[in-house]
């Protein structure tokens, strides 16, 4: 047994506190160590050339590599063995950067744990066995969960390259928020005219299918073999039928007594309605919560949208159906919730019709919109409006990041009012104002030009909103107060509701603000730690519009990799179960999560589907008689790394 | 207690059917208050079985014990049914058993004994060092009465019992095929005195205690293989790469082969007290065993060996199961 | 008090030979004991025995595959079986193990001077007949007529081929191989090796038996030889036990009141016919 | 060794501490000590430690010659392969109390540890050992020393023994060691007079007459022949019936002396040591292969009572039981020794 | 007045112990919450090195109580948030093994702080870094494991 040892100084972030030289010097007599040695960065082409001329000359047959954390370089150092012959799992990893050096400062103490922790990877490094890498083939197809303009983008964009991929969106349209918006900032395109001819692009692209109106409820298999369960809920309309012709919501009992939810409930619908008049697909949906014949089974003599529709497209039987779709990869785009103000009465929200958020401003402005564009509070023109910024961003009451859009969208609706009311007085209260995209400053000097007031406020300073005749008072500290006709709450950008349980249902991980946690901030920004499942959108993080569409143009090239190989490598690390040794007790097949495990009743043993496993392990620690080993993470292998790390001589 | 008479009639006409291979009961021992497992392939044999109150062992232990050689070329499996005499401690053993599915129930044919407690070897033999030849053991109400010698001795039952006995809860066999005599009802509830007595002691005494029953273990594993539970192919104390366990007899590793024994029955255990009654070295296992029977009650709510339906305690768990000591 | 005799003299492997590959290989080591005076001190007959030990891994029992005749080394052929065996395969020459020993009996190479040898082998089984051929090979004027027999499964299978290439080309010896199933390019015997023995059909005149392979093949070669006219005590093998002493102490290794390691390994025929005890 | 004429003393059981405390000094002594209604040979300080109202100890003696765990040799892994010899004690020991059977054990095994290779670590133990024994006067249910040519009251395999004869020991030096150890503390002995020698065999008499089970084998010779006849008997199938397969016969049995050798290990240090093994166990034969040569339950138990009544007496001329009891004692599932071998002279060939 | 000095002695000397702990993370939230405390210069203790597994499930009670034996004066285990995990269910399996193990260890008098489980996520490096100060804190408090511990005599 010949093992190399490589420490990495990582320029001066691991030497500054650990004696690399001393360690190098130290680890050079464990047992099987033929050559230790340090350089500058270990990562690098030389480094790498380092060790593989070691392996060459030194015929090494382990090597460990002490730097920064596996999670990091662990794939470029296997890659190192693997290119020169030998197992990329007889590698072993230390980890002194983010878990010694930049976490100790006395120089004695951090060199004495990395030559614990190496010597334990060394002792660990002689039990490493070689392990196969596992391929399987992936199905050409994918997934994109949520269709508003990332997943739009990605769904195209898979599409493009000749893959089937499955839109599914909850709402009866795709389209998103994006679709709710009047203009984008800093250009002021009409977010409608942008966004629409892509929603018919997806409509119509061959390898799309929209599901829409369809929730993803269930998921199992791994990469290239995904099971996903999504139900479809009943529109009750034929959507081969429909033509979206409107006949049906006109002819609709309720007709304008249901507030329309796309316009934040400022306007009114039918029972039977398509959210906004260029929804795709254009198909009418009953809302069942509304409906008279379906809450009552009877609507008058006769359902009055039956009778209007020529094409015989309502159909009050159908029912939920639970589709199971086979998919290679996913992309998760299900975008975001705004932050809803209640939480922060001082605010008035709720209590004051003049206080209304961000988007609903943006309804309020749009021409398709409740007013059709007219700017108006309690049937008045406003001729005092006041922006609030930071409601419910960089407060660590309630969400403590910052939502990276609403000081731009708060600058556009300043714009757009003055716009539309070229007398309104204006005034936004601000803490910072961060215009750091691409003509975003310019558009804020711009606005400012416009004689737009913007008034600073500390971040913990009050604003309370009261309640002046039907106007409200605008009281901050250090400010006058202002009497305004408007108020606009700026609200922050949070994770959608749901996103714990589609995180659940997924099986990927949540970031500490709720957010989908991306695989690596840096590096690996599209994808999870699922492999096979990325990420686009505000689903991982706040972006505005060009960051959503360049993520999902991301993720989809991530997602459609998997497609274009036709196969993929699974995690080698997997359980096996030792026929001579498993009693049969079935103990570890209730374990598992992955029904990787099945019962040969013939034999009366175990076996595990090394494509199914996902190599947790913990089948290996409940196995009574010890009978499954758990590949890489075998008993052997942790027992030597135990012994290596607390061993006497070294730890003294 | 039971009619002997029955149960031998009962093994007879078990043996002598043609499914049944032979049924595991009790006979009197070589000496004293011996008493041996026996087994009948025929009727003359069971005519050998008995059961009193010296029936401590635990007979399930046989039916994981069996070896069977591997079949010769054209030779069929013997899929006969096995007889077994069981108490209600032991029909425990056998639920877990047959819930860890390391027997089919229809493999069994269980002869169920309705228990009144069984007299600890180590208490009866202090007070009769020197009984050779065998001695009839009756139960009178509170009393047991030995007949040594000719002459009838009385003494109350409490003074001969296992404690195990004392709080048992399952007197009745939960699982039986036949049961002879009379349910018995349990009015007690284990109380788990002994066990909160030292629960409560200091670290240190507690060390104490333990380590010095540990120093005496020679690791004869007497208490694994009479244990009905302990079935595994392959222990690990035997295994060797790894071995976690270092054959060197000595603290550290006594301790930790009592421990891990004692943990590998968590949520196994059926309470039989077998472990403690083949030590050489009168080291208190019941006292590891039920303790953990104790924990896994109060934490899980979990009892081994009563449900055949159950899950195994550690391959499942409650989204709300105790956080207390989580950081 | 003497040496202790649990205790092993160190030697370094010198070469290591693979002599047959995949899941059930087998390489012989060639190992040097590191002090002069044992390499002096250590001798011993075709037939005995060594512990070697792998430090931290244990100590395993293996014939002696060179011969005594061949100074200043010996040579073990390891089949990779368990713990110990597993981890010298991972060895390399450079390595230092430990090595105690001679132990057991030998074959009784004095007394048989002057006879004919007919030994058959199978497998890993061939490593104390290696033993002895070379001995006998070494001192071939003592010997009579000299059949090897030799068979394994299949062409990979086969230990020692550089032997046999030139074994072959001895005067008065006789190598016949075989193998169990037919293959391209393979011009000896296809069979099993008591198929072969028939088939070379050697004389029992003034000869001695030695059979070393898998009991099954033993049981059939014993068989054999008693057809040809082979008498009970004219017949030897080898036996294998696990062992731990290798000294006649531990107890593990008895078959019946004999202890493999020191009343063996090798017995005649008629000598385990009267033992009682387990195999 | 052997001292022709016994010597015979006379110590009363006053003095018996005092001798104890002279001898301290230069011996380690072990002596019986209670823990847990248990009796263990553990090294004593002080004679107050000390029990002597037991029948017998529950690990034999034999633990103080034949460590249960013993290190035979330290090593460095790695780069620097070094071995380094244990250090074998020089430590002279006294076993204080031990009974006769236990020490017939010793002789029985001395040939084990002896043959052509002498085991150090027993055999440097057993000659810095002096055996002082006490007779057994009240022996248990299952003593039966007398069916195997012992006497609970012998001291044929002892340096001294002593028997309680009332008020006082009576004293029978057996060997130079002995000797030596009375030798300096000479003032505490009085010679035995014709009426303690008397006294004594009484009490060895009662003591004999006290042992009431039997084994029955007449004549060693004709039993290891009639072992040989029923080695395949199915008889041995039904002992092996019950027989659970745990190590409490073996580790506890004085004769036993099988071991396992082992290498123990840090990452840079090891040992290798030796324990106590049970051929009870499938572990004990199983070779690397998978192979066992004694797979069943039947195999083992057979083998251990052959390896006593039969492989022993022709390797070694004698029964390798000494009739303690101790298996008796403590098997969970009643197989009796005594029962086995008296019925398997029974068994028909 | 000689009482006080050892005491004294006594608590100087649990000062300068440095107590060797291993951590058993997992690798998807623990260890990764770990690299987070790392990469945000969180400072702590040096005394816990990690070993890294895939999944708090992973861990056998076995690998704590051989950690104890070979050296380690303290072990502590980390997992994903209930309900986070990434293979769904290891750490509901790993947390009902640690509830047994440390009420074991406790009843034979090892003092069950030697012994803890913590979750952490990825994204709580401070929470890492204050669970390892605090259970470094607590087991140097303790002092050197006496029980447990391989003597290994020779």
Known sequence: ?652 | ?327 | MKENPYQPWLATIDSICDEVGGQRAIKTFRLVFQDEKVREKFTFLPGQCVMVSLFGKGECFFAISSSPTQKGFIEVSVLKLGKVTSALHECEPGDVVGVRGPYGNHFDVSGWMGKNLVLIGGGIGQAPLRSLIKYVVDNRKQYGKLDIIYGARTSKDLCYTKDFAELKTCEDTNACLSIDVKEDGWSDFVGFVPDNLMRVNPSPKNAIAVTCGPPIMIKYVIQNLGKLGFSEDQIFTTLEMRMKCGIGKCGRCNIGNLYVCKDGPVFSYKQLQNIKGEQ | MKVSTMEKYILLKNKLPEWINMITPTYTIFAPVKEEDLVFFKPITKPSEMTLAYSNAIVPPKAQMFHQTETMFTFTQGKNIRVNPASLPDEKIVVFGIRPCDAKSLSIIDPVFTNDFEDPYYLTKRKNAILVGLSCNQPTVNCFCTSLNGSPASPEHLDILLTDIGDKYYVELNSEKGKQLVEKTKKLFTPATDADSKKKKDVEKKAVDAITRQMKINNVDAFVKKLDTIFDAPYWKTIAMKCLGCGACTYLCPTCHCFDIQDETTLDKGARIRVWDSCMRPEYTLHASGHNPRPERMNRVRNRVYHKYNYYPKNHQMIACVGCGRCIDNCPVNIDIIDVITKAGEVKP | MMQTTQVEVKKKMKKDFEPNIIGFLCNWCSYAGADLAGTSRMQYPPNLKVIRVMCSGRINPIFVINALQQGADGVLIGGCHPGDCHYERGNYLARRRYAILRELLDYVGIDPRRVRMTWVSASEGKKFADVVKEVTDEIRELGPIQQLKRENTW
């Not at chain 1, 039918?270 to 906004?276: E, L, W």
């Not at chain 2, 010769?72 to 819930?99: M, Y």
Request: glycine share 6%; charged share 30%; net charge neutral.
């Open chain 1, 1 to 652: 047994m010949k093992i190399g040892v490589y420490v990495c100084e990582c320029g001066i972030n691991i030497a500054h506190t650990v004696d690399v030289e001393k360690v190098v010097e130290d680890v050079q007599n464990l047992p099987n160590v033929a050559v230790s040695r340090f350089y500058k960065y270990m990562c690098s082409d030389p480094g790498q050339a380092l060790i593989k001329k070691d392996i060459k000359d030194l015929q090494l047959d382990r090597v460990v590599v002490a730097s920064c954390s596996p999670r990091m370089h662990e794939p470029t150092f296997r890659r190192v063995l693997e290119e020169t012959g030998l197992n990329p799992y007889f590698f072993e990893m230390v980890n002194i950067r983010e878990q010694c050096s930049w976490v100790h400062q006395e120089k004695e103490k951090s060199t004495g744990k990395a030559i614990q922790l190496i010597t334990g990877a060394v002792a660990r490094a002689s039990f490493l066995e070689p392990l196969e890498k596992k391929e399987v083939s992936v199905i050409p197809k994918a997934l994109v969960i949520g269709g508003g303009v990332a997943g739009i983008q990605a769904a195209l964009e898979i599409a493009e390259k000749g893959f089937k991929v499955y839109l599914v969106e909850r709402s009866p349209s795709i389209g998103g928020r994006m679709a709710q918006l009047d203009k984008t900032f800093p250009t002021l395109d009409c977010s409608a005219c942008i966004l629409t001819p892509k929603m018919v692009d997806a409509a119509r692209h061959p390898n799309i299918e929209l599901l829409t109106y369809s929730e993803v409820v269930g998921l199992d298999g791994y990469i290239g073999n995904f099971k996903v369960k999504v139900k479809k809920k009943p529109r009750y309309v034929d959507e081969e039928k429909c033509v979206g012709c409107g006949l049906c919501a006109a002819a609709c009992r309720l007709k304008g007594r249901i507030p329309n939810e796309f316009d934040l409930n400022k306007g009114k619908r039918s029972a039977i309605y398509v959210p906004f008049p260029q929804a795709i697909p254009l198909k009418y949906t009953i809302d069942p919560e509304k409906c008279i014949t379906l809450k009552t089974g009877k609507c008058g003599d006769k359902a009055l949208c039956v009778e209007a529709c020529e094409r015989n497209a309502i159909n009050f039987d159908q029912k939920e159906e639970i589709l199971e779709l086979d998919v290679g990869t996913i992309v998760v785009a299900t975008g975001f919730d705004l932050f809803n103000p209640m939480e922060k009465p001082e605010y008035g929200y709720g209590k004051y019709p003049n206080v209304i958020t961000g988007l609903e401003f943006e309804r309020l402005i749009s021409a398709s919109g409740p007013t059709g564009g007219h700017i108006e509070i309690n049937g008045k023109e406003p001729k005092k409006v006041v922006f609030i910024q930071c409601v419910g961003s960089r407060d660590k009451k309630t969400h403590e990041y910052c939502s990276r859009v609403c000081c731009m969208y708060t600058a556009k609706q300043a714009h757009m009012v003055k716009e539309k009311i070229p007398g309104a007085d204006l005034v936004i209260y601000y803490t910072d104002v961060r215009a750091f995209g691409k003509g975003f400053e310019e558009f804020y000097n711009r606005v400012q030009g416009e004689g737009i007031v913007y008034r600073r406020r500390e971040l913990g300073d009050p604003i309370e909103v009261i309640k002046n005749n039907d106007k409200v008072l605008v009281k901050t500290k250090g400010h006058p107060d202002i009497d305004a006709d408007l108020v606009v709450l700026a609200t922050g950008i949070i994770p959608r509701e749901d996103s714990k349980e589609l995180s659940r249902i997924l099986n990927i991980n949540q970031s500490a603000d709720g957010f989908f946690l991306e695989a690596h901030p840096k590096l690996r920004p599209m994808d999870t730690f699922t492999d096979g499942i990325f990420l686009a959108g505000c689903c991982q993080s706040p972006k505005d519009i060009p960051d959503a569409v360049a993520q999902a143009s991301g993720a989809a090239v991530r997602a459609a990799e998997p497609l274009a190989q036709g196969k993929v490598e699974v995690e080698a690390i997997s359980a096996v179960i030792d026929a001579d040794v498993c009693g049969g007790c079935r103990m570890c097949e209730d374990l598992c999560a992955y029904s990787a495990l099945e019962f040969d009743s013939e034999k009366k043993v175990m076996t595990c589907n090394d494509v199914m496993c996902k190599g947790c392990g913990s089948c290996a620690s409940a196995c009574p008689t010890g009978a499954i080993t758990m590949r890489h993470f075998d008993m052997q292998q942790i027992l030597a790394q135990i012994d290596g790390i607390s061993a006497e001589a070294i730890v003294q």
């Open chain 2, 1 to 327: 207690m039971v009619n002997e008479k029955q149960l031998r009639d009962e093994v007879k006409k078990l043996v002598s059917r043609d499914d049944v291979k032979y049924v595991i009961g009790y006979e009197q021992g070589t000496y004293g208050f011996q008493v041996t497992p026996s087994f009948a392939f025929t009727p003359e044999e069971a005519e050998r079985f008995i059961f009193s109150p010296l029936c401590a062992n635990n007979l399930s232990v046989y039916l994981m014990l069996e070896e069977k050689p591997p079949l010769r070329k054209g030779e069929k499996e013997d899929t006969r049914k096995v007889g077994l005499v069981v108490k209600g401690c032991d029909a425990r053993a056998v639920v877990q058993i047959l819930q860890e599915k390391g027997l089919k129930r229809e493999s069994l044919v269980i002869i169920g004994v309705p228990c009144t407690g069984v007299i600890d070897p180590k208490k009866i033999t202090v007070k009769f060092p020197h009984q050779i030849k065998p001695v009839d053991v009756r139960e009178e109400g509170n009393h047991y009465v030995l007949t040594i010698n000719g002459k009838n001795q009385k003494i109350p039952k409490d003074e001969l019992l296992f404690e195990k006995c004392k709080q048992c809860e399952y007197p009745t066999p939960v699982i039986h095929d036949v049961l002879l005599g009379d349910e018995v009802k349990s009015t007690k509830k284990e109380e788990y005195k002994e066990i909160k007595t030292l629960e409560k002691k200091a670290l240190k005494e507690k060390w104490e205690f333990w380590s010095k029953a540990f120093d005496r273990c020679i690791r004869c594993y007497a208490c694994r293989n009479v244990c009905p539970l302990c079935y595994c192919k392959e222990c690990i104390v035997d295994q060797l790469s790894p071995q976690w366990i270092y054959r060197s007899v000595n603290r550290s590793e006594n301790t930790v082969w009592n421990l891990i024994r004692a943990y590998h029955l968590a949520g196994r255990c059926s309470g039989c007290g077998e472990c403690e009654r083949a030590c050489p070295m009168n080291i208190p296992l019941t006292m590891l065993n039920k303790k953990i029977e104790k924990d896994i009650k109060e934490l899980f709510q979990y009892v081994a060996g009563v449900n055949l339906e159950e899950k195994p305690l550690l391959a499942m768990f409650k989204p709300n199961d105790t956080e207390d000591t989580i950081l």
